[in-house]
């Protein structure tokens, strides 16, 4: 059974610095992009990055380039995102996604709380 577990949210300051994982199993993780979505409350769903199978191609929201990172391990079948310089506008739900950018995942984890507050 396909599964995808996030972990790393939290209680951060403004200023201050996350790492989310996704641990995919169930599916053939390296042959498929991924992305990162969030959604703050309230709000629908924001897509945040893809990244390529391979890793070698990435693609951010703009209002999130330049501070976050994805990355992904296909050995480990995990996928990344440092989350820098952080906001109190990045306080949401963030959750794994197989497959790149799109309105509809067939597969999404269940996501972690990132706050963002002093």
């Known amino acids: 059974q396909a599964q995808l577990v996030e972990s790393g949210g939290g209680l951060v300051q403004p200023g201050g610095s996350l790492r989310l994982s996704c641990a995919a199993s169930g599916f053939t993780f390296p042959a498929y992009y991924m992305s990162w979505v969030r959604q703050a409350p309230g709000k629908g769903p924001e897509w945040v990055s893809d990244?390529?199978?391979?890793?070698?191609?990435?693609r951010y929201a703009e209002s999130v380039n330049s501070r976050f990172t994805i990355s992904r391990d296909n050995a480990r079948n995990t996928l990344y995102l440092q989350m820098n310089s952080l906001k109190p506008e990045d306080t949401a739900l963030y959750y794994c996604?197989?497959?790149?950018?799109?309105?509809?995942?067939?597969?999404r984890g269940q996501g972690t709380q990132v706050t963002v507050s002093s």
């Open positions: 996604a197989k497959g790149p950018r799109s309105n509809n995942y067939a597969l």
């Open positions: 990244i390529s199978t391979g890793g070698g191609a990435r």
